[in-house]
């Protein structure tokens, strides 16, 4: 297990990083999770033995549910708080309340705390905002962020799910205000779904924020289980929960490369998908998440996988997006200057 730098930090995470939306299984979150308490510790326990220093969850998992059995499954495990990287996530539906989501004040204050007493801990390592509140000034949300920071119950602030002006709007209050600012993104990134790569990783790059992967095998299409017809075996989260958004028939061309790569190297199809992740230069860290621990132990090993530059190649070719303006105006442009 390699760590890297998260963002404009001192603070290093482990390149993969263990997503607990699994665990609870309430609401919505049922076709995703459901695992009870004695299945968490095991997964836990099995991603902190290989290295995995970083855990990722969520005030709206399962209702909360989620960070209770997070805060729990430490607890049980004995594993020392110090030596971990706990983030969570403020944004979603707590209550039916007119207050009860949302970037406020009011209401992040409010979850902060709750998040805290859920886990059953004194601070968060990583706090970030669950997407945009289009009700709530960014600079409400800024200035909240920063108070809880320098009341020592969070260590850094990120965000998740925003577009690049969202981001770079923040970026910019933040620097003039001298406050806290977003060390990372937590977003949507596959080799089967490469829009981030569009408007977001330049950004990132050029402003040094950290890249937290969800869903690095498109809600489970790169898991090795499905063929061109969508089937799979019973219980399979996309048969279940058809989520996030992909391009299906560019998905399978991709499948039609990595199958018979994963046979060449020993390994399984979603080794090689997060493998990929893993040789992206804006990439810090990617979220894995687990029902079995058979699979999370598969996907530990694609930390072991190396790619020749011919088949990164022959990868980025059968994945690569289509070129839309104004990216393929500022290639043309930019061409001189690159010589």
């Known amino acids: 297990m390699k760590y890297t730098v998260l963002g404009n930090t001192g603070l290093k995470v482990s390149e993969l990083c263990l997503g607990t939306m699994t ?9 995703i999770g459901g695992l009870e308490q004695a299945a968490a510790d095991e997964l836990m326990k099995k991603a902190t033995e290989g290295g995995i220093n970083f855990i ?3 005030n709206v998992y399962s209702e909360g549910i989620s ?7 430490i607890r049980n495990l004995q594993l020392k708080r110090d030596d971990l990287v706990i983030a ?5 539906k707590m209550n039916d309340g007119p207050n009860g989501s949302g970037l406020s004040r009011k209401h992040i204050m409010h979850e902060v705390e709750a998040s805290l007493k859920r886990l059953n801990m004194d601070y968060i390592d990583l706090y970030q905002i669950h997407g945009y509140d289009e009700l709530t000034p960014i600079e409400e949300t800024l200035e909240t962020l920063d108070n809880i920071v320098k009341s020592g119950k969070v260590r850094y602030i990120g965000c998740s799910n925003l577009a690049a002006w969202h981001v770079m709007k923040a970026a910019a209050y933040s620097h003039y205000h001298r406050i806290s600012s977003f060390v990372s993104l937590q977003a949507y990134y596959t080799i089967a779904g ?3 790569e569009r408007e977001l990783v330049p950004l990132l790059k050029d402003q040094n924020i950290g890249l937290m992967v969800w869903s690095p095998l498109a809600g489970g299409l790169l898991s090795g289980k499905y063929n061109r017809n969508m089937e799979a075996e019973a219980g399979s989260r996309r048969t279940n929960f ?9 998905a399978f061309n991709i499948i039609d490369v990595l199958e018979p790569m994963a046979k060449e190297k020993q390994a399984s199809v979603a080794q090689l998908a997060i493998a990929w992740l893993l040789h992206q230069s804006v990439v810090t860290t990617v979220i894995i998440g687990a029902k079995k621990t058979a699979q999370l132990e598969d996907n530990l090993k694609s930390t072991e996988i190396k790619f020749t530059a011919e088949e990164l190649q022959k990868l980025d070719e059968v994945s690569k997006l289509p070129a839309e303006y104004p990216a393929w105006m500022l290639e043309r442009q930019g061409a001189d200057r690159r010589k």
Request: no cysteine; hydrophobic share 35%.
């Open 88 to 92: 969570s996530k403020v944004r979603g």
């Open 56 to 58: 990722d969850t969520a």
């Open 242 to 250: 058809d989520f996030p958004m992909v391009n299906k028939e560019r």
């Open 67 to 73: 960070e209770q059995m997070t805060g729990k499954a």
């Open 194 to 196: 490469r829009e981030l």
């Open 23 to 31: 665990f609870g299984g309430k609401g919505i979150w049922t076709a």
